[in-house]
């Protein structure tokens, strides 16, 4: 398998992830990246990402394999060295909470005064670390399902978050909106959400999955980190039948605008290159301090 998506590696740097459905798992995403250094295309390093995304609590493991060291052939000139096993919870935690704030950097209206954040799980926390650290808020508000592990979430916070009892409580008038839930059938409506707030969608990653309903998909303008990825994985998109007006690097590097005044939607799905370039910059650290 390692030799099948080396070979796709070669012909293509930036890959879909691969979806597995195996009992008892039932899915299994792997999210893969290649590292190269300089134009001879040496010390090349493959990196995979196992998910298992069908239990409450997913698991993760990154592979980071080292040495592809000619290009041109499609079959690994010699056995990939086993280089690093990461904690690959941990990474995804935090790759993704910072990829949402380059959207909310981008798209979250000029005042924004009020935080929600839908869902009180491992991306659920790190979103807030992040945000919260980058942006001032006013107001910081929690919704989930088990008002219990809502309750446990804000107790751990050093600062206030008010803990709400329904999405539509939680979100009315918020500038900012984080969905963060395992959910598979939409729970943020369109009605309830304020005219030129920003949503950061991270949940419904799967094709049949659900977090937003038709209504704020089809009158939002919808970003996405990859269209390939969100139109294969995303039921959001999908379903909705919603039209992708960019990809967030199209908007950083200046092809399209950002429609901050509008409400906007980030999809998020998660990329194998965020993997791979967190993944470089954990190792290069550890390599440097140890
Ligand atoms: N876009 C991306 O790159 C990534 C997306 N994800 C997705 O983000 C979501 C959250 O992931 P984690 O925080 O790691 O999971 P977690 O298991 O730590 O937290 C899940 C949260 O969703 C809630 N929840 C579960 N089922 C629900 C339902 N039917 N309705 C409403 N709430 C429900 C739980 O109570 C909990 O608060 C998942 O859908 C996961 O697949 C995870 C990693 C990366
Ligand atoms: O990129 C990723 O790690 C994931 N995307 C969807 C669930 C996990």
Redesign the pocket.
């Given at each position: 398998r390692l030799k099948a998506v080396a070979f796709l590696l070669h012909r293509q740097p930036h890959l879909l992830k691969t979806q597995l459905y195996v009992t008892p798992l039932e899915l299994v995403l792997s999210s893969c990246g290649v590292i190269e250094n300089g134009e001879q295309r040496q010390n090349k390093a493959l990196i995979t990402k196992m998910?298992n995304?069908s239990i409450?609590?997913?698991d993760?493991l990154h592979i980071v394999n080292d040495t592809f060291a000619n290009s041109d052939c499609y079959c690994l000139p010699q056995p990939p060295k086993l280089l690093t096993i990461m904690d690959g919870?941990a990474i995804?935690?935090k790759?993704?909470a910072a990829?949402?704030a380059i959207s909310a950097k981008l798209f979250k209206p000029a005042l924004s005064e009020v935080l929600c954040i839908?869902?009180?799980?491992?991306?659920?926390?790190?979103h807030y670390d992040v945000f919260t650290k980058l942006f001032k808020f006013k107001e910081v508000r929690v919704w989930?399902?088990?008002k219990e592990?809502?309750q446990r979430?804000v107790n751990d916070l050093q600062d206030p978050v008010t803990v709400c009892s329904s999405v539509k409580e939680a979100v009315i008038g918020a500038d900012v909106i984080v969905?963060?839930?395992?959910?598979?059938?939409p729970?943020l409506f369109g009605e309830w959400v304020k005219p030129g707030a920003h949503i950061a969608?991270?949940?419904?990653?799967?094709p049949d999955?659900r977090?937003l309903d038709d209504v704020l998909m089809r009158e939002a303008v919808v970003y996405v980190?990859s269209r390939e990825g969100a139109t294969a994985e995303s039921g959001d998109i999908i379903l909705s039948g919603a039209e992708v007006f960019a990809e967030l690097g199209e908007v950083i590097n200046g092809s399209f605008p950002a429609q901050r005044e509008k409400t906007t939607v980030f999809k998020?799905?998660?990329?194998g290159i965020?993997d791979a370039v967190s993944a470089k910059l954990v190792l290069e650290k550890w390599n440097s301090e140890y």
């Open positions: 998910n995304l409450s609590s997913p993760y919870e995804t935690a790759r993704t990829v949402s839908l869902g009180s799980g491992q991306q659920a926390r790190s989930s399902r088990n592990m809502a979430f969905t963060a839930t395992g959910a598979s059938q729970i969608a991270v949940g419904a990653c799967r999955w977090e980190d998020s799905l998660g990329m965020q």
